[in-house]
């Protein structure tokens, strides 16, 4: 397993909790604090602040310092990273797609009787 398959999996793991995708959805609108991130939930602080540890070391968040403060900030080179790789996938299937209609159109273009050919 190269590096690279070890972080993808790393990081979809992570991905893989619903908690840890609603902080992710929460630090697209921008950088909050643990307290701002615990605010929806139903669970404690410490709790969340486990799952933002499993999303620091999948490397799709970070920390800051600000005075008292350590925000916490969605790394969107990362989730771009992990789009790159879906997308590889998503675009052999669409070639493949647009292959499968090609062929399509030109059996239907062989095979439609002409017009002077109905009458």
């Given at each position: ?85 879906i997308d590889q ?31």
């Amino acid at each position: 397993m190269s590096d690279d398959d070890a972080a993808l999996d790393v990081a979809f793991l992570a991905l893989a909790d619903p908690v840890r995708r609603r902080i992710i959805a929460r630090l697209s609108r921008g950088p909050a604090t643990v307290n701002d991130l615990a605010e929806p939930f139903e669970i404690s602080k410490q709790a969340v602040s486990k799952h933002i540890q499993v999303l620091e070391q999948a490397n799709l968040v970070t920390r800051s310092r600000d005075a008292q403060r350590r925000p916490v900030h969605l790394n969107p080179a990362r989730l771009e990273a992990l789009t790159a790789w879906i997308d590889q996938y998503r675009l052999v299937r669409e070639g493949q797609f647009r292959s499968l209609d090609a062929v399509l159109e030109s059996s239907a273009g062989q095979t439609a009787p002409k017009a002077k050919d109905r009458k």
